[in-house]
């Protein structure tokens, strides 16, 4: 089993910043994709991006946070970080940590069996 503990989350103004943080646990992730999902009230739940194995693993960002958002991890601490810049209120969401280690058909070409609780992001315009 694989735990997952978002932070990091907040009220920010628009054009702002924030960095969430994910810490697993239960066992070490470098086998594993690791990413965000979004879901705003009323809107579909959204892949936001992705980041596959610790051993050169490629990226994924979905349209609307490329070139704003940027995905990393650290495998030492078995926690992977979404800096968020330039907000805006459409980024308002519970933003969702997810991994998995099995082929799929979402984001990154994985299924993502484990999920955190989600950490709120509000942006004011």
């Known amino acids: 089993q694989v735990q997952l503990a978002e932070s990091g989350g907040g009220l920010v103004h628009t054009g702002g910043s924030l960095r969430l943080s994910c810490a697993a646990s239960?066992?070490?992730?470098?086998?594993?994709?690791i990413g965000w999902f979004r879901q705003a009230p009323g809107k579909e739940r959204e892949g936001v991006s992705c980041?596959?194995?610790?051993?050169?693993?490629?990226?994924y960002y979905a349209d609307s946070v490329k070139g704003r958002f940027t995905i990393s991890r650290d495998n030492a601490k078995n926690t992977v970080y979404l800096q968020m810049s330039s907000l805006k209120p459409e980024d308002t969401a519970v933003y969702y940590c997810?991994?998995?280690?099995?082929?799929?058909?979402?984001?990154?070409?994985?299924?993502?069996?484990?999920w955190g609780q989600g950490t709120q992001v509000t942006v004011s315009a």
């Open positions: 997810v991994t998995g280690a099995s082929w799929g058909h979402s984001i990154c070409g994985y299924q993502y069996d484990y």
């Open positions: 239960g066992r070490s992730l470098d086998y594993y994709a």
């Open positions: 980041i596959t194995n610790s051993f050169g693993g490629t990226t």
